[in-house]
């Protein structure tokens, strides 16, 4: 006797715990795969470091255009002064702003160049890392489903188990239960488990093609973000280093 109730506060327990689960009173049950954690965590944390870049080339892109109308602004003054000026003092000015203007439309030009091959690649980039985040909390629920069905069966079979050994009058009601329900919960859990693995080979294939084309397009990305700059460092400084003889015999006359 004494034995039977220790079997009946044990299955008791194993019941509760059970129907926690499946209410979902406790913490949801998920992959305990080293890789598959290795593998959310890079994908988090790719996804922070890739919307920190975009903000960044975004920042750029705002300060090349204003500075680009800047120059624009500063070369229509420096004709303006120009004007008002002498023959030589005036005409160096003159030739100042249209530096200076010209400079501007190369910001612009240089700022959409940014803008089509580094700004949004990189975002590009953030949508892609997104829509792994959706496969990966998919995997998780289709995880969780399988869990859930499992230790629905295990309910249905403590539930069926307690009646017996209290030798109810419901057990062979119970029993019936049991088998229309076995036979139900099978099905499903059968389902859950393909659609479960059909998952992981989708997002296992889909992150080898993310990484394999993230190498190549971020690679072109940051090679023409170096191009550019370095293309438009050297256009301003030979702007500017062309103005310097004129300046100086205005300076020294």
Same mark, same amino acid.
């Given at each position: 006797m004494c034995f039977h109730f220790l079997l009946l506060l044990l299955k008791h327990d194993v019941q509760s715990k059970v129907s926690d689960v499946v209410l979902g009173k406790e913490k949801p049950v998920e992959e305990s795969n080293p890789e598959y954690e290795k593998l959310k965590h890079y994908v988090f944390e790719l996804e922070n470091h890739l919307a920190e870049a975009q903000r960044h080339a975004y920042r750029l892109v705002k300060r090349h255009r204003e500075l680009g109308q800047s120059l624009s602004d500063f070369g229509k003054a420096a004709k303006l002064l120009g004007a008002c000026e002498g023959q030589a003092l005036g005409k160096a000015f003159s030739d100042l702003g249209a530096k200076s203007e010209l !400079? +501007? @439309? =190369?910001? =612009?030009? &240089?700022a959409h160049q940014l803008l089509m091959n580094f700004e949004e690649p990189l975002k590009d980039y953030v949508r892609a890392v997104q829509s792994i985040k959706a496969t990966i909390e998919e995997r998780?629920? #289709?995880?969780? =489903? =399988?869990? &859930? !069905? @499992?230790e629905t069966m295990k309910l249905k079979e403590i539930n069926l188990d307690k009646l017996? !050994?209290? $030798? +109810?009058? $419901?057990?062979?009601? #119970?029993?019936?239960?049991?088998?229309? #329900? *076995?036979? *139900? !919960?099978k099905a499903a859990s059968e389902e859950a488990t393909r659609r479960f693995e059909t998952i992981v080979r989708l997002m296992n294939e889909e992150i080898v093609r993310f990484q394999e084309q993230k190498t190549q397009d971020m690679g072109i990305a940051f090679h023409e973000f170096a191009k550019g700059q370095a293309r438009l460092a050297n256009s301003v400084a030979d702007a500017w280093r062309s103005l310097l003889p004129k300046l100086e015999a205005c300076s020294s006359a």
């Open positions: !400079l +501007s @439309a =190369q910001l =612009q030009k &240089e998780a629920n #289709a995880f969780r =489903q =399988q869990c &859930e !069905l @499992a017996m !050994l209290t $030798r +109810s009058d $419901r057990v062979g009601e #119970a029993e019936h239960e049991y088998k229309e #329900a *076995s036979h *139900s !919960l």
